[in-house]
C-alpha cells in the first residue's frame, strides 16, 4: 500500500515536499516513481528513484527544481518540489514498480498540488 500526502496551496516561487509512505512489502527490488496528472491532461512522469541503489531519473521539466530521495529506514519517497511554477498544479502520484514488471502496479491515492500565480 502506497499513501501520499504533503500536498497543497503554495505561491509560485515557493516550495513543498511530498511523502510517499509505503506498507507491506520491502523495496529493494523496485522503482519508485512520481507522476502527475493536471485537469484535461494525461498522466505524466516526474522521476523515479531505485530503491537499491539510489539512482534518479527526473523529466526535463522539473529537472533542477524537483528532487527524490528515498528513506529506507521509513520506507518512504520524498519529492522536494522547490521553485514552483502555476504549471506544476496538478495531482501526484506514487508509485512503485518491480523490476520484473513494466508497469508500475500499485498506486498511490494522489495528492494535489496547487500553484497560484
Known amino acids: 500500500q502506497l499513501q501520499a500526502s504533503g500536498g497543497g496551496l503554495v505561491q509560485a516561487g515557493g516550495s513543498l515536499r511530498l511523502s510517499c509512505v509505503v506498507s507491506?512489502?520491502?523495496?529493494?527490488?523496485?522503482?519508485m516513481a512520481w507522476f502527475r496528472q493536471a485537469t484535461g491532461k494525461e498522466r505524466e512522469f516526474v522521476g523515479s528513484?531505485?530503491?537499491?541503489?539510489?539512482?534518479?531519473v527526473y523529466a526535463d521539466s522539473v529537472k533542477g527544481r524537483f528532487t527524490i530521495s528515498r528513506d529506507k529506514a521509513k520506507n518512504t519517497a520524498y519529492l522536494q518540489m522547490n521553485s514552483l511554477k502555476p504549471e506544476d498544479t496538478a495531482i501526484y502520484y506514487c508509485?512503485?514498480?518491480?523490476?520484473?514488471?513494466?508497469?508500475?502496479?500499485?498506486w498511490g491515492q494522489g495528492t494535489q498540488v496547487t500553484v497560484s500565480s
Open positions: 528513484v531505485n530503491w537499491s541503489i539510489g539512482r534518479v
Open positions: 507491506g512489502r520491502t523495496l529493494s527490488n523496485y522503482v
Open positions: 508509485a512503485a514498480q518491480h523490476r520484473a514488471q513494466a508497469e508500475y502496479t500499485s
